[in-house]
């Protein structure tokens, strides 16, 4: 599960326009403006790379922005995934 969560990090500070190192990707942390300041667009971007990284697509109801909430929620659902 670290190894997602490192690969998931990856994503975010070198795919995406955040304006975030790897060092500061905390996966705890919320995704939305209050935490790593991502906003719909990022989001929407992050879920794209994930899904071209790992070679999956989510389903529908798999695209709650409520299991959005953090890195190391979305390196779970990537594992299940996975699994």
Do not use: R, W
């Not at 389903?59 to 929620?73: I, K, T």
């Amino acid at each position: 599960m670290s190894d997602v969560v490192e690969q998931l990090k990856k994503i975010i500070a070198e795919k995406l326009d955040v304006n975030l190192t790897y060092e500061e990707v905390d996966p705890e942390v919320t995704l939305f403006e209050e935490g790593l300041g991502m906003d719909s667009i990022a989001v929407m971007e992050f879920i794209t790379q994930i899904e071209n990284h790992f070679g999956f697509k989510f389903a529908e109801d798999e695209l709650d922005m409520e299991l959005f909430q953090n890195v190391n929620m979305v390196a779970d659902m990537v594992g299940k995934k996975l699994a």
